[in-house]
């Protein structure tokens, strides 16, 4: 499946260059006025950007570089020659070109490269991008965003980095079936436990006794019964103050209300001692696994948006 879609991949890119010599002979300016201002808008750009880092600038540039980036994307993206550069620049291109309103633009745009050839995967990661800015703006519906991240998924089947994109994109916009779906593929093409323990999070949420009998015995996850009550490992939470004794009582409550099936309790712990352990990515992840198993889902979005908030101030 995989080598059939490479073979389709590559048979795109084949018309998309034939397409893009046709473009590029339809000559506009004199050959040596339009390399004159490559050169300038180029060497501009050099001068302006710091060395080795012009593409991470340009993701993560302040408002008032938009102008300028905007115009140094669309000269990289028409100088490159190489596919696989021209589409990462194009898609920086459209996702700034919506993120300052100019929509018509973009699409204009992705609808340039449709015609050219483009391969469907990047296609609808662009226009995916597209449908996401107009659901922050109110105008489209969550729907179509799921739609769209189910398509994306879909694509991405046995690609490693595809399934992560769609795996963060699903986690961020609260689409628990694609980010089921997606974490469970990357468990099977990577064998990674995180992975595995993140799908197996997803499986109790949805109750899928297959999957979660197939993660238990990855994981080693068995059922042990506890004598230990639930409401004395909270009254010794309260009564501690060793940082180290109260995470070890924090998770081993999480634990035991999951396990007692109080998922109320769930929800309170996070709320009541989460913020103190902000920071520490074990116990992040096990609070996000927790909600997600006791049935919180908002809860655990809500949790991530704040985590990768922080992350990202």
């Known amino acids: 499946m995989l080598i059939v879609r490479r073979k389709a991949d590559k048979e795109n890119k084949v018309k998309f260059y034939k397409e893009l010599e046709k473009e590029t002979s339809k000559v506009f300016f004199k050959y040596h006025e339009l390399a004159f201002f490559v050169f300038v ?15 991470r600038y340009i993701e993560v540039g302040k408002e008032y570089n938009v102008d300028l ?5 669309k000269e990289l993206s028409r100088a490159s020659t190489d596919y696989e550069q021209k589409v990462k620049y194009e898609n920086l291109l459209i996702r700034r070109l919506i993120s300052v309103g100019k929509e018509e633009e973009a699409i204009n745009r992705i609808n340039e490269l ?52 769609v795996l963060e994109e699903s986690v961020s916009m609260y689409v628990p079936s694609v980010s089921y779906r997606a974490s469970y593929e990357l468990y099977k093409l ?42 004395d490992l909270k009254a010794e939470l309260k009564r501690t ?7 070890k009582l924090f998770i081993e409550a999480l634990k035991l209300a999951i396990a ?6 769930v ?47």
Request: charged share 35%.
């Open 114 to 165: 449709a015609k050219l050839g483009i391969s469907e995967w990047d296609l609808a990661l662009m226009s995916y991008y597209l449908l996401k800015q107009r659901y922050f703006q109110n105008r489209e519906s969550k729907e179509k965003i799921e739609e769209k991240l189910n398509q994306l998924y879909i694509l991405s089947k046995g690609d490693e980095d595809r399934l992560r994109l």
């Open 190 to 231: 990577t064998k990674d436990k995180k992975m595995a323990q993140l799908a197996y999070s997803y499986a109790a949420y949805f109750k899928d006794q297959k999957v979660l009998q197939e993660l238990s015995d990855f994981l080693g996850i068995k059922q042990v019964a506890s004598t230990i009550e639930l409401e």
């Open 41 to 55: 808008v180029l060497l501009i750009s050099f001068a302006l950007f710091p060395k080795g880092e012009i593409e």
């Open 267 to 313: 929800e309170q712990l996070v709320d009541d001692y989460g913020k103190e352990f902000i920071g520490d990515k074990e116990v992040e992840y096990l609070m996000v696994k927790y909600l997600l198993m006791a049935g919180k889902p908002e809860k655990a979005g809500e949790l991530v948006r704040k985590l990768f908030a922080k992350e990202n101030r």
């Open 69 to 73: 980036t905007i115009v140094y994307l």
């Open 241 to 247: 103050s060793n940082k180290v004794e109260r995470r």
């Open 260 to 265: 007692k099936q109080r998922y109320d309790v």
